[in-house]
């Protein structure tokens, strides 16, 4: 057994200013993670600012992963660092993981491949692109990461969270916590996310509570064509319009096609919002018929969704059954959209 215990561990991650309250690592139904070690009492988990550690700092070395500039950070942080990710994240689980579901997403059959190129979910030509191990880094980096400052940060200890449906998001300020009560495991609300994207994004399919559109190219009419983006998980510009709980989906003309950043399409717990939402955003633009939009990209997106349903049904690999397990419970999230709050429109 290594000497670099989890109470070895989160004494060093203490004493440079890191807090971890009644927690431990145990594998559970989500892999290794969090739990709280007495559940009547609560588990706090802080990583100061001078813990975070930003992701161009960081270089791969095997089993573990290394900073490749430690004077950002206290004296003796590199070291411990590297110890942590080759003991408790990297290199206890998060390599392998990653490298699997990888390989996984390279041997799905070329019909399912193509139609999820189409769809826009997934291009393995831009995704595998370079060396295998810096593929494998990059989206272990990127499934851990999160927006800090402007900067895309890893949290040493709070990284080994998993992400719940239900669970608070990250508390910011002075750093990133975790803190609350938990019965079992310790979870938290990685970002806004819906079930087909949660799953090529972190390779787990979750019920998440919304989607959003597929990225969308269509004529409206002989007058109009329309371009959806999908820039839904962070806003489009510095003080956006917050509208029922939502950015408020941006649209310009450019170059003769209208352009609207992103589209809710469904939504669990108010399903009056999807289509309130876009018809809020187009009030300004009266020639645009907001409701029409709505129900041709909902039609667009079952039709490609349903494309890859078809082409997946003659295999059975593990990572072809994941993506039609996560396919279903998008389609099933799908459906939770109907009417219009009137009350919230002019």
Known sequence: ???????????????????????????????????????????????????????????????????????????????????????????????????????????????????LKVAGLLNLERRHHGAWEDVVLAKFLQSRCFHYHGNKILMPVIELVNHGTEANAFITGNGIAVSGSFASEVLVHYSRSDPIRRFFS???????????????????????????????AKPTEDSPVIFAGHNLPGIRLDEGVWVIDYLLLATERTPRIPRTLICKALLEEPGLDAEEIFE?????????????????????????EGVRNALLTHLEALSHHYGLRRDLLP
């Open 1 to 115: 057994m290594h000497s670099f215990t989890w109470e070895a561990m989160l004494d060093g991650f203490r004493s440079f200013g890191g807090v971890a309250e009644n927690v431990e690592q145990r594998r559970g139904p989500h892999g290794l993670g969090l739990f709280a070690i007495d559940p009547s009492q609560p588990v706090h988990v802080r990583t100061p600012e001078q813990l975070l550690v930003r992701i161009d700092n960081i270089r791969a070395d095997g089993d573990t992963i290394r900073l490749i500039d430690p004077t950002p950070h206290p004296a003796g942080f590199g070291d411990w660092f590297a110890r942590f990710q080759r003991h408790f994240s990297w290199g206890a689980d998060g390599r392998r993981s990653i490298d699997t579901f990888e390989r996984g997403l390279a041997e799905l059959p070329a019909a399912v491949l193509t139609t």
């Open 202 to 232: 972190y390779g787990f399919c979750c019920p998440e509570r919304q989607v959003y559109s597929l990225p969308l190219n269509f004529q409206l009419n002989p007058q109009t064509r329309v371009r959806v983006g999908c820039n839904f």
């Open 296 to 320: 041709v990209a909902h039609s667009l997106n079952h039709r490609a969704l349903y494309a890859i349903l078809r082409a997946s049904e003659p295999y059975h690999t593990p990572v072809v």
